[in-house]
């Protein structure tokens, strides 16, 4: 089934260790994206990419870095972590056929750095 | 640059009353507006797109390009809208999709 997977759900991991959170999409999109969402459920584009070997910084500056190295995976790598990244990261897709195609968005990976 | 607004974190609204969920954006060109919504427990989601002018579970909303805005309307609320709404830009060229800060909307039975 086309669907855009997350994993993991929940992480809880310690300050200064390296952590990849996983985004697949098995829906043949181009576009991706990744979102913070903080406490008070507001959203923040981290990072975006227009296809394979494209990315873009988005508007709230981020540690993380992502790569695009085939269309359907979007993984977002924190090299050492501490608690100020601790929240939930969203990821989404969509058609590259124009600004006006939905986005599609993954279950979410609540990240807890102690 | 563009930039979402979203005025009201919160709005609470008795079931059966009008709901308008106010949105305004900033954008030197042609923009794309959406409507997104996130239930409890679910996925976020789009509601509606301005392109399509259509009514999804009730809700419309215009885009007005003299006030910049995109506020959404329902005229009867209903308990299943009880929800966290986002107001989303997109844009030609550079596709770079952002949202607004979000409105939590409660429905008072």
């Known amino acids: 089934e086309a669907d855009i997977y997350q994993t993991p759900r929940y992480l809880v991991i310690g300050t200064g260790k390296k952590i990849t959170l996983e985004c697949s999409q098995t829906?043949?999109?181009?576009?991706m994206y990744w979102y913070q969402q903080d406490p008070g459920m507001e959203l923040h584009l981290i990072h975006y990419?227009?296809?394979?070997?494209?990315?873009e910084k988005g508007d709230l500056s981020s540690e993380s870095t992502v790569s695009r190295i085939r269309t359907e995976h979007f993984p977002l790598t924190l090299e050492s972590a501490r608690p100020s990244h601790t929240s939930q990261y969203l990821c989404?897709?969509?058609?590259?056929?124009?600004?006006?195609?939905?986005?599609?968005f993954g279950q979410g990976t609540r990240l807890t750095v102690v | 640059a563009q930039r979402v607004t979203q005025p009201e974190k919160l709005l609470s609204v008795f079931k059966g009353a009008p709901v308008e969920l106010k949105c305004n954006y900033s954008?030197?060109?042609?923009?794309?507006l959406f409507w997104y919504v996130q239930y409890s427990r679910q996925r976020l989601q789009l509601l509606l797109r301005?392109?399509s002018r259509e009514s999804i579970k009730g809700f419309t909303a215009d885009l007005n390009k003299g006030e910049t805005s995109f506020h959404l309307k329902k005229p009867f609320a209903q308990e299943e809208d009880s929800a966290m709404y986002y107001c989303?830009?997109?844009?030609?060229?550079?596709?770079?999709?952002?949202f607004g800060t979000g409105t939590r909307l409660t429905i008072i039975p």
């Open positions: 989404a897709s969509a058609p590259g056929q124009g600004a006006n195609t939905e986005a599609f």
């Open positions: 829906m043949g999109h181009d576009k």
């Open positions: 990419s227009y296809g394979v070997n494209s990315t």
């Open positions: 954008y030197s060109g042609s923009p794309e």
């Open positions: 301005h392109i």
């Open positions: 989303a830009l997109n844009s030609f060229g550079n596709e770079k999709l952002t």
